[in-house]
C-alpha cells in the first residue's frame, strides 16, 4: 500500500521555467507567489467606531502591512456614500484633521491606521453602525508599478467611545 500523497507540480512563472512539487491535500489549492506578483496587503484589528441613530461620519482603524512597497490611494465602503483617507495632527492644541491623497505601505512594515494619524473616515452613512456589526471596507492599493488592486477588510464595529 502506498502511503505517500500524491505529488502536483505548480509553475510558478513562464519566464523562470521552474516547478515546484508539493503534497495533494485534502483537494485545498496552494497559491504560488513570485516577485512577478502584485503586493499582498494583510488587515489586523480591524474595526470601526460605532454610531448614535443620527450620525453620519464615523471613522475606521486597522493595521494594514504589505509585502511590497505599495500605497492606500482610496477606500469605499457599502455603508458610507463617502469614504476618505484622512490624517490627523496637532497644531496650536487643536486637532485639524483633512484628507490626503494616499499612505505610504513600505514593504513589510506595519502601518497603523489610528484615531490622532492616519484613518478613514466613512462619511454620509447610509445606516447606523452599530456595535457587533461587520463593515466591509475595500481599498484600493497602488503598487509601485502603477498597476492598482482592491483589498476587502471587514472591520467589527465597536461602542462609540472605544479607543
Known sequence: MNTKSPMISLRVHPLLSVFIRVPKVCGCLLLAASTFANAEVAAKDAWVRGTVPAQKVTGAFMTLTSTEDAKIVGASSPVAKKTEIHASMMMSGVN????????ALPAGKAVELKAGGHHVMLMELTKQVKVG???????????????????????????????
Not at 96 to 103: F, G
Not at 148 to 156: C, F, G, H, L, N
Open 96 to 103: 485639524h484633521m483633512h484628507s490626503v491623497d494616499s499612505i
Open 133 to 163: 456589526d461587520t463593515v466591509p471596507i475595500t481599498f484600493t492599493i497602488e503598487g509601485k508599478d502603477g498597476k492598482r488592486t482592491q483589498v476587502e477588510v471587514k472591520a467589527e464595529v465597536r461602542p462609540l467611545g472605544a479607543r
